[in-house]
């Protein structure tokens, strides 16, 4: 079974400071790709990335970067000089192949992300 | 135009009544999804319909029944509703049933069941 696990359930952190969000994921599968998303308070889901298991280039766009380890399982998500912009909830997500077809995405639970003026 | 459209965006209803909420994608996507996001956020998937035919069927009641006329639509019909019925639930559509697709959500429907 695949699992997707976002241990930091709120994170407050005052504007303009860096902050990294944690995600653990498991799977049985070897091709798989990792998404992260946003959530702003009104609810739309915006996609942040996509990236492949095959793939362990660290991307960076703008103040949003990402550390992919398959070592340890993990794609972490860094803000730099984060904004209140930033505030919102944050998901991990996981896509692999199973049994021949999609399994569509698993979730973490979210990490939600407070930056205070 | 929006890629993958939900109706309606609000729907408040008392137990025990029946309704439907409506998903349409104008990109030509093959696979479509239903995603349920709980009180606590937690967002998991429901349904998935590949070409019009159910793919994924979590462990849902009964009471929930997708329909999908055509690749293009996929509905999502509830049967008797009860209080934990309410959510946020989001469409999601994908080119195909192959994990490097992207997917694209719809803005969401936020049932209340009071």
């Known amino acids: 079974a695949q699992k997707v696990t976002q241990a930091q359930t709120e994170i407050s952190v005052v504007e303009k400071e860096d902050v990294t969000l944690d995600c653990v994921y498991e799977t049985r599968d070897t091709t798989y790709y990792l998404f992260w998303y946003k959530q702003p308070p009104s609810g739309e889901l915006v996609f942040l990335i996509r990236r492949n298991s095959f793939d362990e280039q660290n991307e960076i766009s703008g103040r949003y970067s990402w550390n992919f380890q398959k070592s340890t399982s993990s794609f972490n998500f860094t803000i730099t000089a984060s904004q209140v912009v930033d505030s919102a909830v944050y998901f991990c997500a996981l896509s692999a192949l199973i049994g021949g077809g999609a399994d569509g995405l698993t979730f973490g639970k979210g990490t939600h992300l407070i930056i205070q003026p | 135009d929006t890629a993958v459209s939900q109706t309606p965006k609000y729907l408040v209803t008392q137990m025990g009544n029946d309704k439907s909420i409506k998903c349409e994608q104008n990109?030509?996507?093959?696979?479509m999804y239903w995603y349920k996001q709980d009180s606590k956020k937690f967002l998991k998937i429901m349904f998935s319909?590949?070409?019009?035919?159910?793919?994924i069927n979590e462990t849902v009641p009964n009471r929930f029944s997708p329909k999908s006329p055509d690749k293009a639509h996929l509905n999502l019909h509830i049967n008797s509703l009860e209080l934990g019925d309410s959510a946020v639930y989001f469409c999601v559509s994908s080119e195909g049933t192959l994990m490097f697709y992207g997917y694209t959500f719809g803005s969401g429907t936020r049932l209340t069941v009071v």
């Open positions: 319909y590949n070409n019009k035919e159910l793919i």
């Open positions: 990109l030509g996507h093959d696979t």
